[in-house]
C-alpha cells in the first residue's frame, strides 16, 4: 500500500530531520518506509498494509509540511489526536490582501490570539500559507476551528475569548 503527498519544498529539511532522524523516526515510529524526493516536494508513504500506522505517518507528514515543527506533529501517533486543516483560500477566495487580513486576525498582535485559542482550547496551530492547521484531540480541535472560524468571519477577539472561557467552564463540569 502506498500514496503519495506533496508539501512545500521548504518545508523538506523539517521533514527529512538532521542526518534524516526525522524521517528515520516516522518511519520507526509507523513502520512505513518514506520517500522524499527533494526536487519537487513529493513524499511517497510506503506500507505493508493501510492500516492506523499508515495514517498516522500521513498525518505527521502532512502536519510537517503544514508548518508543525516534528516534536508537535509526531503527538498524531497518539489515536487521541488528531490533524484539521482549514483552506483559507477557500473562505477568502484569491486576495492576497484578504488572506494577509485573516492571518492576522489568527495570529493577533505578537501571536497574542493564537497563543490564547492555543491555551483555551489545549492544541496546537500552525499558520501557513494559505491554511491554518490544528493538532489534538477531537473535541478541543472542534473548539479551536470554530474559535478559528469566528475570527474569520468577522467575531471580535474578545468575543472568541469568551466563547472559549464558555467552552473550558463546559468541559471542566464534565471532569468533576
Known amino acids: 500500500m502506498d500514496e503519495s503527498i506533496k508539501i512545500p519544498k521548504e518545508r523538506i529539511a523539517a521533514l527529512i530531520g538532521k542526518n534524516g532522524r526525522i524521517k528515520q523516526k516516522i518511519e520507526k515510529l509507523t513502520n512505513t518506509k518514506v ?50 486543516i482549514i483552506d483559507l483560500a477557500e473562505i477568502v477566495g484569491g486576495s492576497k490582501k484578504q488572506l494577509e487580513v485573516k492571518k492576522g486576525r489568527i495570529i493577533g498582535r505578537k501571536g497574542k490570539a493564537r497563543d490564547s485559542i492555543e491555551q483555551s482550547t489545549n492544541c496546537f496551530i500552525s499558520v501557513y500559507g494559505k491554511t491554518v492547521s490544528i493538532i489534538g484531540n477531537v473535541e478541543n480541535v472542534e473548539n479551536a476551528r470554530r474559535a478559528i472560524e469566528m475570527l474569520l468571519g468577522g467575531a471580535k477577539h474578545s468575543s472568541v475569548l469568551g466563547f472559549l472561557k464558555r467552552k473550558e467552564i463546559e468541559s471542566s463540569k464534565f471532569e468533576l
Open 35 to 84: 520517500n522524499v524526493e527533494s526536487e519537487t516536494g513529493n513524499v511517497l508513504i510506503e506500507a505493508k498494509e493501510k492500516g492506523l500506522d499508515f495514517y498516522n505517518a500521513l498525518s505527521i507528514i502532512k502536519a510537517i509540511g503544514r508548518g508543525f515543527a516534528p516534536e508537535k506533529a509526531f503527538l498524531l501517533s497518539d489515536e487521541e489526536n488528531y490533524l484539521d
